[in-house]
């Protein structure tokens, strides 16, 4: 007991004075999983509207492939992507193994499904006469279709959250296609793993308090958006 006390101690330490190598790790994974949200939301989104609005064969049939890819796991997207992206693979050249791009990529890869399937079931909940009047007033497809986003914004972002927060506790890929590189491609996760195979717990501990921290605040901001959506309808 007074063991754990002492990494617990520790470990705060490590939080409250600044420590430069946790927060170097704890500002790269949050870049990279920031930057693959952003990169892959905008599109995840315009193919929830067209799934949602469109009319072509084979509707069912691909969201029936995107629920089923929500549950891969990790490690399956980094070994996928490993083979892709070594030097005998058909993207070796790019040199893009053990690097950040590689990590964004994969994230993206990841947060895909889940963008698509959320915002697919936030697109189906809206009232489609918004997008039948905005059409029906001659607004081109391009402002209907913002139109029907701002309708549902808090469902979307609350997907965005959910995405975000899949991503950046993710392990598989990160330590696959990234390679755990100090103060390059450590992030939060890959650093528990492996602080915590050499038996020094509280920079582990200190992490896994950020990403406790984080899913708190998520899951707060998520329930904020779910009871501001019922109370402005």
């Known amino acids: 007991m007074n063991g754990l006390l002492l990494t617990t101690q520790q470990a705060l330490q490590l939080l409250f004075t600044g420590d430069s190598e946790l927060w170097t790790i704890v500002l790269l994974s949050f870049s990279v999983s920031l930057k693959a949200i952003l990169l892959t939301t905008p599109f995840a989104f315009l193919v929830s509207f067209a799934l949602s609005h469109g009319k072509f064969p084979g509707i069912r049939i691909i969201l029936a492939i995107f629920n089923s890819l929500l549950s891969v796991p990790t490690v399956v997207i980094g070994l996928f992507l490993y083979v ?49 009047t905005a059409r029906t007033l001659g607004a081109p497809p391009w402002f209907s279709m913002l139109t029907v986003f701002f309708e549902v914004r808090f469902a979307l972002l609350a997907a965005v959250l959910t995405g975000f927060g899949r991503i950046i506790s993710e392990i598989g890929i990160s330590m696959m296609i990234g390679g755990n590189i100090l103060g390059y491609t450590r992030n939060i996760t890959t650093a528990i793993a492996m602080e915590t195979s050499k038996g020094e717990f509280a920079q582990g501990i200190a992490l896994g308090l950020v990403l406790l921290l984080l899913s708190f605040l998520l899951t707060a901001l998520l329930s904020y958006l779910q009871g501001h959506k019922e109370f402005t309808t």
């Open 84 to 132: 892709l992206l070594t030097r005998q693979g058909p993207f070796g050249d790019l040199r893009l193994l053990f690097t950040q791009t590689a990590m964004i990529i994969g994230q993206m890869i990841l947060c895909f499904p889940t963008l698509v399937a959320l915002g697919y079931a936030a697109i189906q909940a809206a009232d489609r006469r918004v997008w039948e």
